[in-house]
């Protein structure tokens, strides 16, 4: 009788030993189930290569060595509402279009203005930003007026709608322009004595005024000049990015995250 009892209390051992394997299996496969699934829903996501610059703020910059600016938190915005995964690469600003030709990266966001020579080369997503250009010089120069270029140096950014205008009061005015690749660069030629004006985005000018503040050395001088509008630009041949990124964009306004973002960065 007591072999029966040891050998029934065996028996129930086993078969409790066995249903809690059976359990744990089962829900070790629901787990497995869900790990899978989440990483096919990451892999499902498209990756484009993005090109930026990474100095001109507020458009785009670092803050303890994180990229960031309105253009960085838009187009990410815009890639949740269309599903895709963005990986940015830095390059200076007249290396962009050329990448994009050669198919180097995807899509480029930089306070790229849509003009026609580049539509050529490049597809452009509807307008996100309305622009303008600027004349700016020192708080204590003679410069009141676009007149007053007589003779000056004009400095402005290589490969933008700046340096054109620049060229353009240069030879009005008979003056020279020197080319430089980023603003801090040129701001410091203005600052040194070694340059008279510079020509450069409203925006980008009218941020660096505010956030330097009282210590501002810098001044407007008259009135904006027209400008493009920025698109991102996106390489030739890719039709379906550019209308999933048109979608994504007219979402983000449709919900007024746009316009969210738009006044976190430029409130009057």
């Known amino acids: 009788m007591m072999n029966k009892q040891k050998k029934d209390t065996f028996a129930n051992k086993m078969v409790l030993i066995a249903l809690v394997g059976i359990i744990t299996f089962a829900l070790a496969g629901c787990g497995t189930g869900d790990e899978d699934n989440s990483n096919a829903s990451d892999q499902t996501k498209e990756e484009i290569t993005v090109a930026v610059v990474q100095d001109y703020p507020p458009f785009e910059y670092k803050v303890d060595d994180e990229l960031t600016g309105f253009d960085v938190e838009l187009v990410e915005a815009i890639a949740e509402k269309a599903d895709l995964a963005v990986n940015w690469e830095i390059m200076k600003f007249d290396g962009i279009i050329p990448a994009l030709q050669a198919n180097q990266v995807d899509a480029a966001v930089s306070a790229i203005g849509i003009r026609e020579d580049r539509l050529e080369v490049v597809h452009f997503s509807d307008p996100y930003f309305e622009s303008g250009l600027s004349l700016i010089t020192l708080e204590d120069s003679d410069i009141e007026e676009e007149a007053d270029l007589e003779g000056k140096t004009i400095v402005a950014k290589q490969g933008t709608s700046s340096l054109e205008l620049a060229n ?101």
Request: charged share 35%; glycine share 6%.
């Open 168 to 268: 353009e009061l240069a030879d009005e005015y008979n003056g020279e322009v020197t080319k430089l690749q980023d603003d801090a660069t040129m701001y410091m030629e203005l600052e040194n004595s070694n340059a008279d004006a510079v020509i450069n985005d409203y925006p980008s000018v009218a941020y660096k005024i505010n956030q330097d503040g009282e210590d501002s050395e810098l001044r407007l001088v008259g009135d904006k000049y027209p400008s493009e509008d920025y698109g991102v630009a996106i390489s030739k041949g890719s039709e379906e990015l550019v209308e999933k990124i048109n979608t994504g964009l007219q979402e983000l306004k449709d919900s007024g995250e746009f316009d969210e973002l738009y006044s976190e960065y430029f409130s009057e």
